[in-house]
Structure formats: structure tokens, C-alpha cells
């Protein structure tokens, strides 16, 4: 008989452990005791049999391919375990098992030191579901009581273990690998990081974009919690997250942790909206393309006998190939996207470079006018935290209406239905969308009300990242309208930077937001 070893673990964190390794052993104990023939070996590690668990055990899985394989008149399988908790805590998993056992070569269900199942018997059958019954049991007792600690944790403001948050303390262990700050883990500042964090709510409300924030960090050589360089998605997890003003959240509800709160909450609610508008907005090709997102196709197409602008938006690239000897960055128009089917027209490519310095010219030469770029300034500084305020407690607004309506449904109240719920609740989300645009322009536009008043436009951009830059463009173009090319194009030349180009401006039209 041929015998396939299962261990399982529920919970580690550390890797394979010694309590798995202990499993095998034991099987492998059990195996060579009953002098059968070693198969193939299984084992899930940190993966929950019950039906509370939301990852697949692969393993368990590759088991019933390995049977299934099998089929009646093959020498007998049986599964050896250390305990029947170990293989399931389903019961239609068990039973699953036991229909295997009818069409496969799979015979029996071995427990180390204790029961061997006889699948073809009724009696054994019966003891078996019986016994993943119980196992299934005591895993609802155990999640209902994990949930029950959760709770009571969450409404005393307790920290919940796993990795140590940002800003806070994590183990620190003595020359024996004690930990010898129990108490403060997760609860007791480290002024350093909590300074970091103040700085990146104080930019993003400054209106810098998040990738720009992770670049300075990485450049001033500033590591993030486990020392490794900062990445945008992690930086945003960070400043979203209730735990630096102070809250413990648990099942969307909010209770006072015992930990400090390290910014101000307003600051936090406005950053918090501003990074989720900026999430929305992501568009590929940003990290190395200026116009990304504004550039358009003004080539004219026909379609159904009518001539109309394509007005597609350009896909950035490159013209790499082998009969070039440099590559070079380009915006052009698609005829089909990535998936073969029809997207644009096809007709337009140009060079990136001469496009960018041109509508670069043109944006730094709007904000350049004093009444326009005094006007802006003057109104970010003078109105722009009263109107953040206002939107503010209009989006807060709109959230405490959709948790009412949420409730309303769950408790069952009258003419709340599904189907009305749904539809309130969507509308909300539209409003709250709405204002976190307005909340991001707001905030974009802080940018000028930021510059010192001796520093031009001009010093500013050439200071400012690609991010930033897209950012002041975003404030006052609306789009970048690109025409085809004229026979007869002549040389232009970039005044600031000295640089020739085989370009035509006349065939670039920028359309201004106001």
C-alpha cells in the first residue's frame, strides 16, 4: 500500500515550523511502523481546513489530483495524518473523500498512534464525518471567539499585532532575543518617522504628487519600516490609514486608540481625499512622458460618411527599431489597441521632446502674467482652507447618509429594499467623487500659492519633477491638440534650452481650462 503524508498548520508566520515538521515526522513514524510504501508528501503551511478560511490549501488540493489519478485495481493509497483536524473541517470535504474512495485506488484514512479509516466501510464512514463534524465545531467556537477578542480589542483601542506600522514602535529584543518593550509595541512614537509622516500630509496638502514625495525620501535617504526603499502604494497606505490620527478601526467602525495621533485629523481627512482622487486619475506612462492624459489626436477621420476629429488621446512610446540609430521618445495615434481591436486613426506621430518644450512655453508663459498667476495665489492663500473646510464636512456629510442607508437595509426598515439601498448608496459615491475632484483641484493649485514670491514660474518648473510639472499643467490645460504635418515644415528652434527640432508649433493647439 502506498501512503501520502498531510501536515497542516493553521497560523505561522516564521516559515515551515518545527509543529509541521513535527506532522511529518510523525507520519513518516507511523509509515514505516505499518511497512507501507512512501508516496509523495503534503503540506499547508499558515493555511486554515475551515470553512472560514479564504485561501485554497494548494496542497490538499494536488492530493486529490494525485488520487484522482488513480483509479480501482491500483495498488491501495492511504493518507496518514496526525490528526483527522489536520486533513478537514468540512464535512463535505470528508464526504468528498469517501466518494473518491468508490471510483480510486484511495482505501483508508490513517491517524498517527490512533484510528485507521476504512473508507469502504459504513462504520468508518460514519466515525469519519462524525469526526470532522466535531473538528468543524470547534473551529465555528474558535473564530466566533477570535471574532468576539477582535471586537473587544478594537473598542478598547488596543493594537492588533502584525507588522509594525510606521511611526510607532516595533519588538526590540535584548542580546537573548527577549523583547523587552512589550508594552510599547505598536503604541509609543518614534519622533523621527512621526516627523516623516507630518512632512508628507504637509506636502500632499501642498499639492505634491505621491510618487514625488517617495522620490525625496529615497534621495535623502530616508528608508520606509523595514528599511527598504519607499514605493508610492506604501506611502499611501500609510497616510490613509485612521491609525495616524489616532483611530482604531474595526469592521468600518471607528474607536479612540491608545496610541497618540500624529497629525491633525482635518489634515488628514483633506490628504486623505486628495490621495484618493490622485489614485483615480493614475495614468500609464506618466513616470517618463509629459503629456500623457492630455495629448490628443487632431487628425480627421470619416466615419459613417461624415468627417469628424479623431480625437483619440496618443499613446506614448518609442520608435526603436533596427535601422535607427537612437531611440526616440514619440506620441502617436494607435489604429488598434492592445487587445487587436479598432481604437484611432493611425495618422499621427510626433517627437515628444519638440511637443513637450513647446506646450512647456506655453503653459509657463500664461502663469507668467502677473495679474493671472497674482490672481491664483492670492486666492489659494486667502479662501483655499475655507473651501477645503466646506468640502470637507460636505463629503463627511455624504458618508454618515450612506452608513445611515446601509443600516436601514441591514435592520430591515420599511421600503428599504436592495434594490433602493443599491441605487442611494451608488449616488452617493457619485457625490463624494465630485467633491474630492473639487477638493484635488483645490489642493493642486496650492502649488503656485507655494512659491516664494522672489522665485518665478519659471525657477519653479525647472526645480519641480515630472509629477509636479503634470501637475501645474493639470491646473490650466485642458488638453494638447495634435494636427498633422503640413508639407514644408520648417526648423524651430527652443529659445530657453537652444535646441533645433524639425517641428511646426502651428500644428500644436493647446485648449485651456479657463
Known sequence: MIAHPYERLSQERSGITKNVDRQYVANIRQIEDEGWLLGEDFRDNDLSASRHASKPRKDYLRLLEVIRATKL????????????????????????????????????????????????NPNDRYELINETNKAALESDVTSKREKRVRRSMAKEGLFNGGTRPYGYEGPIRDEHGRITNSGRIGVAVVAEEAEIIRESITRVLAGWPLRSIALDLNKRGIPAAKGQPWQPTALRRILISPRIVGVRRHLDQEYPAEWPALVDRADWEQARLILAAESR????????????????????????????ACEKPLIAGTNSGKRRKQTERIYRCR??????????????????????????????????????????KQAYQETGQDQAAALLDEAEGYRLRKQEIEAAYKTGAEGMGIDRMLRLTLDLDEEIRKVEAKLNQLSTGRILAAIPSGQSIYEAWDKADLHQRRALIGMIVKRVIILPVRAGGGLWTHERTGRSFQFDPGRVLVEWLF
Open 281 to 308: 486619475r493614475q495614468v500609464k506612462g506618466i513616470r517618463r512622458y509629459l503629456l500623457t492624459g492630455f495629448a490628443y489626436c487632431g487628425a480627421e477621420v470619416t466615419r459613417n460618411g461624415q468627417v469628424i
Open 335 to 376: 489604429r488598434l489597441n492592445v487587445y487587436g481591436t479598432e481604437y484611432g486613426c493611425g495618422k499621427i506621430s510626433r517627437y515628444a521632446d519638440p511637443v513637450e518644450l513647446f506646450v512647456a512655453d506655453a503653459v509657463l508663459k500664461r502663469y507668467s502674467s502677473p495679474n493671472f498667476a497674482a490672481a491664483i
Open 73 to 120: 485495481g491500483d495498488e491501495a493509497r492511504v493518507i496518514v495524518i496526525n490528526e483527522v483536524s489536520r486533513l478537514f473541517r468540512i464535512v463535505l470535504e470528508a464526504i468528498e473523500l469517501i466518494q473518491l474512495s468508490e471510483i480510486t485506488a484511495l482505501g483508508y484514512i490513517k491517524v498517527v498512534d490512533g484510528r485507521l479509516f476504512d473508507l469502504a
